[in-house]
């Protein structure tokens, strides 16, 4: 059974960092884990995405320079590390997870099966 739990949300001022963490369960090969965000009032966006063993990652443009995501040494946690966070960047952070093909069909801008609860990120 798939389960994706995340933490590490909360406040922070403008031009400050944060780190979420999404611990994964379920899945064992060809996994893509991304990271989705929703803003109040606006749709989900795709923000980064990693998949599994071979470490490829892409970044939708707004996190671009800014957010990193890895995969933990224990292989099971995937994080996501932002840094010169904006007002903008305000919203609920979802971990999603789905099959991939391979690293070409793992991006932030990809349906995703999987989802987390999410975890809140507040910048003011």
């Known amino acids: 059974q798939v389960q994706l739990v995340e933490s590490g949300g909360g406040s922070v001022q403008a031009g400050g960092s944060l780190k979420l963490s999404c611990a994964v369960s379920?899945?064992?090969?060809?996994?893509?884990v991304a990271w989705f965000r929703q803003a109040p009032g606006k749709g989900r966006e795709g923000v980064a995405a990693i998949y599994f063993g071979l470490g490829h990652t892409t970044y939708s443009d707004s996190a671009k320079g800014r957010f990193t995501i890895s995969q933990g040494d224990d292989k099971n946690t995937v994080y996501l590390q932002m840094h010169s966070l904006k007002p903008e960047d305000t919203g609920r952070y979802y971990c999603?997870?789905?099959?991939?093909?391979?690293?070409?069909?793992?991006?932030?801008?990809?349906?995703?099966?999987?989802w987390g609860q999410g975890t809140q990120v507040t910048v003011s």
């Open positions: 379920g899945f064992i090969f060809s996994t893509c």
């Open positions: 999603v997870a789905d099959h991939a093909l391979n690293g070409a069909y793992c991006v932030p801008s990809r349906s995703f099966t999987h």
